[in-house]
């Protein structure tokens, strides 16, 4: 790596980032680090200074950066083509293995980005009730959120549910805003609350059943679950983070509880750009509009959507990660991680937690709980 590096090289990326991109980045990951290369569980930046990645690329690169089998699939596909907006055989039977692999899963339709598949999801939610025409009747949807926490000082009174519009920042539309109701991660008698009240508004609920570091409580995702079956709501879980890494099948097969809809992302494109919304076929035949006719059916189209590279770089994620013995590894050596953390935090005085599940965990430097 020394003989690559140049003192200046970095320095003069930043000065360059700074003119065409606000903030000085992408709006990712830390602006003042390019980074040049990745190789297994590291990266190197364009100074040649060597880190772990315990970010995993934000997710999509659990089976480490430029995976020698993956770049090997990739590269067969190269020379065939990157993208056709149309259907390709790696694409559909990517399809074929995450709909085997997801309880929810029977049909999907592929995005490029995690974002775009809940926008997605969202849509479909309201579309068995017809809520294009109006957005007043079963056009609401309620999305379990953790900063919304029981523990927040003035929160609420006993009994008061949460503001409808808080908290979505207000640069959304008010329509929009008067359209969601947001209510606390883990509390399942205020979702009771919420959804009886409003009952005859709300599509449907989308939640992450892992709420990026914190576990869903005893029997909270199946009171959602009970809660949306009985007053005939769609349940999305946000899979785009836990899919195929919380557990092959992602967390509904971790926790046992199977949604309407999922989002999935990350992963499943092996580092490149992909993204799905999968689901039952009932539902997912609002984007059909040879069943559904004019008045149910939900445009959805995306340029790359699919296309082959991406779905190589999935197929063989995906297959090494159904190799026995992988997700034992993972969690292994998340555990070994999160107990070095913790031991040495300690042994320096600082207050901390180390929260999260072995495969998707954090630091946070507080003596509060955050569960």
């Known amino acids: 790596m020394s003989a690559k590096m140049r003192p200046d090289s970095q320095s003069d990326l930043l000065a360059r980032a700074e003119r065409v991109l606000p903030a000085g980045g992408f709006g990712n990951f830390d602006p003042s680090i390019v980074i040049r290369e990745g190789r297994g569980g590291r990266v190197w930046d364009e100074n040649g200074r060597e880190y772990v990645d315990f970010l995993l690329g934000s997710g ?11 770049v090997d699939a990739v590269q067969s596909q190269l020379g065939k083509g990157f993208t056709f907006f149309a259907s390709n055989a790696d694409g559909i039977a990517l399809a074929e293995e995450i709909c085997d692999a997801v309880a929810c899963a029977e049909q999907l339709r592929y995005v490029s980005t995690g974002s775009e598949a809940d926008m997605y999801a969202m849509r479909l939610a309201r579309a068995p009730h017809g809520a294009r025409q109006d957005p007043e009747v079963r056009g609401r949807l309620s999305t379990e959120h953790v900063q919304r926490g029981l523990d927040e000082p003035g929160a609420r009174a006993a009994g008061e ?10 640069a959304f539309p008010k329509p929009v805003r008067d359209n969601v109701l947001v209510a606390p991660f883990n509390d399942a008698e205020v979702a009771r609350q919420i959804l009886a009240e409003y009952a005859d508004e709300i599509a449907g609920v989308i939640v992450e059943p892992l709420q990026r570091l914190i576990p869903p409580a005893p029997g909270f995702l199946e009171t959602l679950r009970e809660e949306t079956e009985k007053h005939g709501m769609v349940l999305i879980f946000d899979e785009v983070v836990t899919g195929f890494r919380l557990a092959y099948g992602g967390a509904q097969a971790h926790y046992g509880v199977t949604p309407d809809l999922c989002t999935l992302g990350k992963t499943i494109g092996g580092g490149f750009p992909l993204a799905a919304l999968a689901g039952r076929k009932e539902v997912m035949a609002h984007f059909d509009k040879a069943k559904v006719g004019e008045a149910g059916f939900t445009f959805q189209v995306g340029t790359l959507s ?6 190589v770089a999935g197929l063989k994620t995906l297959e090494i990660l159904r190799r026995p013995g992988s997700y034992e590894q993972i969690r292994a050596t998340g555990k070994t991680i999160m107990g070095a953390l913790t031991e040495s935090l300690t042994k320096a005085g600082l207050a901390h937690q180390v929260v999260g599940d072995p495969v998707l965990f954090d630091v946070v430097f507080t003596e509060k709980s955050v569960a």
């Not at 999509?60 to 993956?70: A, C, N, T």
């Not at 699919?306 to 779905?311: E, L, Q, S, T, V």
């Open 306 to 311: 699919g296309n082959p590279i991406a779905a």
């Open 60 to 70: 999509p690169m659990l089976v480490g950066h430029s995976h020698p089998e993956v």
């Open 161 to 170: 549910l949460p503001p409808a519009d808080s908290p979505i920042p207000p």
